[in-house]
């Protein structure tokens, strides 16, 4: 099977890659830049992957037409993994990129007449939090977005209202397309590697530095995560499977409560974990003193993937039940994202020793 994936040289898209490969399948990546395919590479050629069944493409999500010269051959699923992520993002950069440039995508899994795969968000199955963004989910086309962008960021709107347009844009075409949500995504299971990009990442850098003194939200309050391989199986899963549920919820119902894993994850890191809670309203409020935001390193935008929403992922469970696809103990991973946490920073000279 040929798949073309966008974002592959992304941290998720490189482990898609490489499980796609390992299967045995041909690999296409849709690349911007040399730069970006010399590491894509270099990470595929380290982990051994079969490089003559991978190869490039040149295009840009934010081209018309994705800035191909001519439409690719023989692919029979397209994986739209690239977004631009960062908080604070503006909102007509944030459309521009994520909402017109996955339609693009879309319209090119149309003319392909392939399977289109595409990467949205845990939170889009929350539906309370949907309506109190003001999103109606049954006749979407009646959302304010403006009044999302504004309550909910420019990132985090934006990728609630590509889900959208791609939703009904493969509803009116008649496309066979997968949506896979994923939660946070944490490290690899075995080696612990994390993207410094990645808001698990951050977390664990504000418990090591001090900088998480409490425990946002209550006890009912948790952050769902997916080791960043288990979530390359799920989204190869959907490329490759001949019968798949319209919607992949990709989380790991085994994470604690934030408390919980606050707690494993300072012990792991080596530091004393925050036992008191601060509630979110509380939080939010001081994050809008000005400076405090950065003083600490938490965005506020990222508060929102803190709640106590509980999911129901019995379709997914039954779906890599038959794929054969399991996740790790919880505890694995988290203390293997923590040792490269500890690694990252030695490297960097920020530490100098594992308990400094």
Not at 81 to 100: C, D, G, I, K, S
Not at 110 to 132: D, E, K, P
Request: aromatic share 6%.
């Amino acid at each position: 099977m040929t798949i073309l994936i966008t974002g592959a040289n992304g941290f998720i898209g490189k482990y898609l890659c490489l499980s796609l490969l390992q299967q045995g399948h041909e690999v296409q990546a849709l690349i911007r830049s040399k730069s970006s395919l010399n590491q894509l590479t270099g990470f595929l050629q380290q982990q051994g992957a079969t490089m003559e069944r991978f190869s490039a493409l040149e295009g840009d999500l934010e081209k018309p037409d994705l800035g191909l010269v001519a439409l690719p051959d023989r692919i029979e699923c397209l994986v739209h993994l690239a977004a631009r992520f960062a908080w604070n993002l503006p909102e007509q950069e944030a459309r521009h990129t994520n909402v017109t440039g996955s339609l693009r995508v879309a319209e090119l899994a149309r003319q392909l007449r392939c399977r289109l795969v595409f990467i949205s968000g845990f939170m889009l199955a929350n539906t309370g939090h949907l309506s109190r963004l003001g999103i109606n989910r049954s006749h979407p086309e009646q959302t304010d977005w403006s009044r999302v962008y504004r309550r909910a960021g420019g990132y985090e709107a934006s990728k609630l209202e590509s889900a959208f347009r791609l939703r009904e844009f493969v509803a009116r075409q008649g496309m066979d397309a997968v949506e896979v949500q994923p939660a946070t995504v944490a490290g690899h299971c075995s080696t612990g590697e994390l993207d410094p990009a990645q808001p698990l990442y951050g977390l664990l850098e504000n418990l090591y530095h001090g900088r998480l003194a409490m425990i946002p939200g209550s006890p009912e309050h948790w952050l769902p995560l997916i080791p960043v391989d288990s979530l390359a199986q799920v989204i190869a899963a959907a490329c490759v499977a001949n019968h798949v549920p319209d919607t992949l919820l990709a989380l790991d119902q085994n994470t604690p409560n934030l408390a919980a894993l606050l707690q494993a994850a300072a012990h792991s890191l080596g530091k004393p974990g925050p036992r008191r809670h601060l509630p979110i309203g509380v939080m939010k409020a001081l994050l809008t003193i000005p400076g405090l935001p950065g003083l600490l390193k938490v965005a506020p935008e990222s508060l929102a993937f803190i709640q106590t929403c509980r999911f129901d992922t019995t379709v997914t469970e039954r779906f890599l039940a038959q794929q054969q696809v399991t996740l790790p103990p919880f505890r694995q991973y988290l203390e293997s994202s923590c040792r490269h946490y500890l690694k990252s920073e030695v490297g960097s000279g920020k530490l100098t020793t594992h308990g400094a």
